[in-house]
T-cell receptor, first 113, second 117 residues
Framework: AQSVAQPEDQVNVAEGNPLTVKCTYS??????LFWYVQYPNRGLQFLLK??????LVKGSYGFEAEFNKSQTSFHLKKPSALVSDSALYFC???????????FGSGTRLSIRP | GAVVSQHPSWVICKSGTSVKIECRSL??????MFWYRQFPKQSLMLMAT?????????EQGVEKDKFLINHASLTLSTLTVTSAHPEDSSFYIC?????????????FGDGTRLSIL
């Protein structure tokens, strides 16, 4: 069965500093990995995905993520955080043989001015 | 702009009422749509997979008779919460992958906040 873990409920970072939001996954086959962001009372917005190819993927709003097969991780990163990045972030995984996506528990990112 | 429209965005109603939530793909076809439930400060819990022209597939523990799903066309799925009670209050979100693009990110609606008094 596929699963995804986000070990941090909350991440606090000062504006301008780099940020990392952690994600690890478990699938039986090759993973499709996604990061989404959610603002209050809204649906999820897609940030980036890894399907195949280069392990470092770049996405929206300056975010990037690195796929690490040996560590089964897909951490979200940004070199310089903005206050407007404050939101709830979800990592998600889909086994390439499955149709549904499983979401992590979410990490609340708080960027202080 | 939005590619998945969810309506209504907010519902407040009395206990015992049935509430219908619509999920529409605006510029693409979707044979499959997904319905999620999200409790405050928690992740999205997949409730069911809506399949166009056939029965929905429900996740374990989700009551089929309580949460009725209909996917009558390639652009519309509906979730009806029947005889809603306060414990059904939650944020419901739908999503849809574009037809034939299962490895692409799903598009999400903006969610429906359901409050049962």
């Amino acid at each position: 069965a596929q699963s995804v873990a986000q070990p941090e409920d909350q991440v606090n970072v000062a504006e301008g500093n780099p940020l990392t939001v952690k994600c690890t996954y478990s699938v039986s086959g090759n993973p499709y990995l996604f990061w989404y962001v959610q603002y209050p009372n809204r649906g999820l917005q897609f940030l980036l995905k890894y399907i195949t190819g280069d392990n470092l993927v770049k996405g929206s709003y300056g975010f990037e993520a690195e796929f690490n097969k040996s560590q089964t991780s897909f951490h979200l990163k940004k070199p310089s955080a903005l206050v407007s990045d404050s939101a709830l972030y979800f990592c998600a995984v889909r086994d390439n043989g499955a149709s549904k996506i499983i979401f992590g528990s979410g990490t609340r990112l708080s960027i202080r001015p | 702009g939005a590619v998945v429209s969810q309506h209504p965005s907010w519902v407040i109603c009395k206990s015992g009422t049935s509430v219908k939530i619509e999920c529409r793909s605006l510029d693409f076809q979707a044979t499959t749509m997904f319905w999620y439930r999200q409790f405050p400060k928690q992740s999205l819990m997949l409730m069911a997979t809506s399949n166009e022209g056939s029965k929905a597939t429900y996740e374990q523990g989700v009551e089929k008779d309580k949460f009725l799903i209909n996917h009558a066309s390639l652009t519309l799925s509906t979730l009806t919460v029947t005889s809603a009670h306060p414990e059904d209050s939650s944020f419901y979100i739908c999503s849809a992958p574009r037809l034939g693009q299962d490895n692409q990110p799903q598009h999400f609606g903006d969610g429906t906040r359901l409050s049962i008094l």
